[in-house]
Antibody, heavy 121, light 108 residues
Framework: EVQLVESGGGLVQPGGSLRLSCAAS????????MSWVRQAPGKGLEWVSV???????YYADSVKGRFTISRDNSRNTLYLQMNSLRTEDTAVYYC???????????????WGQGTLLTVSS | EITLTQSPATLSLSPGERATLSCRAS??????LAWYQQKPGQAPRLLFY???NRATGVPARFSASGSGSDFTLTISSLEPEDFAVYFC??????????FGQGTKVEIK
């Protein structure tokens, strides 16, 4: 059974850092595209970052240069290192598996339950 | 960056009624569009990929169509569990993979 479990959220002061983790089971993170998506309180979904199976990484402009996505294949875990945090980064952060379909495109077919990051003084 | 505009923002309907949700892209995304359902306090759930391909376990009352820049999600007869927020997401070749702002389907 595919499962994703995020952890690491909490309260951080502006300018601070935090690392989110997403432990996967039932599949290998190294063989899949893996994304982070966030949702500010009462707002919509915002795509944050993706790491491809070949290691390429991409970021939303809003987090580029501050956030780093990575994975530990031995732990089958996805990470999001967040630096220089701002109040507008406050959100529930979801990790998701991006399934590759025959057409060559992907969609996020499994999601974790999310972890809440609050950036506030 | 590709912008997705969903309409209406809120759809007030009764169980058994038909729901039609729209997602319009700022440029052609061919058919690289996914639809998600999100209920309060839950993670999103994938409904459709490639504009019209139903994900595993999605009931047949859900259908989706479209290509280019105009896409539609239809729920033929609303069940109580279908009242939720629906998001579209474009999945073109290169990120960022933006989401629409969502359509809330609420009970009238």
């Amino acid at each position: 059974e595919v499962q994703l479990v995020e952890s690491g959220g909490g309260l951080v002061q502006p300018g601070g850092s935090l690392r989110l983790s997403c432990a996967a089971s039932g599949f290998s993170v190294s063989n899949n595209y893996m994304s982070w998506v966030r949702q500010a309180p009462g707002k919509g979904l915002e795509w944050v970052s993706v790491i491809y199976s070949d290691g390429r990484t991409y970021y939303a402009d809003s987090v580029k240069g501050r956030f780093t996505i990575s994975r530990d294949n031995s732990r089958n875990t996805l990470y999001l290192q967040m630096n220089s945090l701002r109040t507008e980064d406050t959100a529930v952060y979801y990790c998701a598996r991006d399934r590759l379909y025959g057409s060559g495109t992907q969609a996020s077919d499994y999601w974790g339950q999310g972890t809440l990051l609050t950036v506030s003084s | 960056e590709i912008t997705l505009t969903q309409s209406p923002a809120t759809l007030s309907l009764s169980p058994g009624e038909r729901a039609t949700l729209s997602c319009r892209a700022s440029q052609s995304i061919i058919n690289y569009l996914a639809w998600y359902q999100q209920k309060p306090g839950q993670a999103p759930r994938l409904l459709f990929y490639d504009a019209s391909n139903r994900a595993t376990g999605v009931p047949a009352r859900f259908s989706a169509s479209g290509s280019g820049s105009d896409f539609t999600l239809t729920i033929s007869s609303l069940e109580p569990e279908d009242f939720a927020v629906y998001f579209c997401q474009q999945r073109t070749s290169w990120p960022p993979w933006t989401f629409g702002q969502g359509t809330k389907v609420e009970i009238k």
